[in-house]
């Protein structure tokens, strides 16, 4: 698995301003983790809240495993690789947090078993008229969420899933938007205290 640093929301601008950049977490991570725990680079997801940091195992299969048998030998070394590197990984994940601003999370893989541990939640607020609450509503009625807030971030896995190749293009164009503005003349917005801008 080859590491990579997938950025998700805006990498600068105000909204991240008194975030420490991050864009070097995938090679610290892969060079501050001890070897041996995982194959190759861990995988290495960013946002403003948390950097997930997900690898994989080390597995091999008995030849004549069942897919069954292969599932549960997969499930057992991510429950034992979560339960050995336990401190190690809280050592790991306060270092990072001091390094980047942001909470770390972990994950495994293991053959065709991935599963998410210590994974942040975080809090988002919205207003919603009417017929957007429906929306939220209607699911929640249909069994499909247990509350409002379940039903809206069904919704945003759904759109993250069918609108991967359109999302990705917009964080392409806001990347580039933020590079060319950091690019100015003193890498800092116009002064627009002037006379001008009470126009």
Same mark, same amino acid.
């Given at each position: 698995m080859r590491g990579q640093g997938r950025g998700f929301g805006r990498s600068g601008g105000w909204q991240q301003a008194d975030l420490p950049p991050a864009e070097d977490a995938p090679a610290w991570f892969a060079g501050r983790l001890p070897g041996g725990w995982f194959v190759g680079a861990p995988e290495v997801e960013v946002d403003r809240d948390e950097i997930l940091v997900v690898g994989a195992v080390p597995i091999e299969h008995a030849p004549d495993a069942s897919d069954a048998d292969k599932a549960a030998h997969e499930a057992g070394l991510i429950a034992r690789f979560r339960e050995e590197t336990r401190d190690a990984r809280i050592r790991v994940a306060r270092e990072g947090e001091h390094r980047y601003g942001r909470k770390v999370s972990w994950g495994a893989v293991a053959g065709g078993t991935r599963e998410l541990f210590t994974t942040h939640s975080a809090p988002v607020m919205t207003r919603l008229r009417q017929p957007e609450r429906q929306v939220l509503d209607t699911l929640v009625d249909a069994g499909v969420a247990r509350s409002r807030s379940d $039903?809206? $971030?069904w919704c945003v896995r759904l759109v993250g899933r069918n609108a991967d190749e359109w999302l990705d293009q917009l964080r392409a164009a806001m990347s580039e938007v933020d590079r060319v503005r950091s690019a *100015? =003349?003193? *890498? &800092? &917005? =116009?002064d627009v205290s002037g006379p001008e801008a009470t126009a």
């Open positions: $039903a809206l $971030a *100015g =003349p003193d *890498g &800092s &917005s =116009p």
